[in-house]
């Protein structure tokens, strides 16, 4: 994260939140969480990645930085025990949560109705891993021309995967506001050139630009993680070509980062024919971590064009 970045923890967030008078519910402290876990026998577990929230001001700064809002219609993943669930629901916002794990799943509606009754009507559950889901599972976000925003403490350990999936199968996810390990949204919001910059970086940077919005104190979970931990905010851009122009794009990308200390003509000389990187304007000797998502793009064209004119 840069340097300037102030680091949050429980102290500062609670003060954020004695000074909005319009945050009014309940939200999860720490005594609550543990509670709701004994109540239903839940332990975090290492398998799903799990590290819950016990910071009310926390999860209404991740919620603010996302810009939910009672028009808002949100995704979230792993909502765990509902610490950002209300917080999301506090603002007035529908949504869906997407939870893997079973017994959570089913706890989700008890706790809203407990915290924040007047909110259960505007909450869908789904227990599903969000690897899986799409516009047929998950209808309400199925309008093309609806846009909805995904906010969530994703878990950590499959974080990158489930952005790219659902921003591949969700042409109307418009953007997103998601906590995840300080490493991980370091390398997603990562510019050419930076060590750290890799296939995350690129193919994120296909669907739009990902910048870094904060760092979030070990302290504020429970259990506290061996790790620290980001916010990363994005938002989609103009639609860069078809899926053959993404997936060839995606080919090169995986390519020439497989092999990232080769020069590209090194590490895509089996994936890009003689002539295309000359017709794409790129030097063969640069190697893949100094390319732009538009170069990368021009040379997945050019190499498009060559196979049709074979």
Known sequence: MDDNTAQVN???????????PAETGHLLGAADIRRIAADAGVSPTKKFGQNFVIDPGTVR????????????H?????????????????????MT?????????????????????????????????????SPVNLPDFADADKPFTLVANLPYNVATPIILTLLERFDNLDSFLVMVQKEVADRLSAAPGNKIYGTPSVKLAWYGEAGRAGVIGRNVFWPAPNVDSALVSFHRGETRGSEQLREATFRLIDAAFGQRR????AALKKTVPAGAFEAAGIDPTRRGETLTIDEFVALAQAVLDAEVTA
């Open 10 to 20: 429980a102290t500062d967030t609670t003060t954020q939140t004695q000074a909005d």
């Open 61 to 72: 700064r991740i919620v603010r930085e996302a810009h939910v809002g009672p028009e808002s």
């Open 74 to 94: 949100v995704l979230e993943v792993g909502p765990g025990l509902g610490s950002l669930t209300l917080a999301i629901l506090e603002t007035g916002a529908t």
């Open 97 to 133: 949560a997407v939870e893997i794990d079973p017994p959570l799943a089913e706890r989700l509606p008890s706790t809203i109705a407990e915290f924040m009754p007047e909110a259960s009507d505007r909450l869908k559950v789904v227990n599903r891993d969000a690897l899986t889901v």
């Open 262 to 265: 080769k020069t590209l003509h």
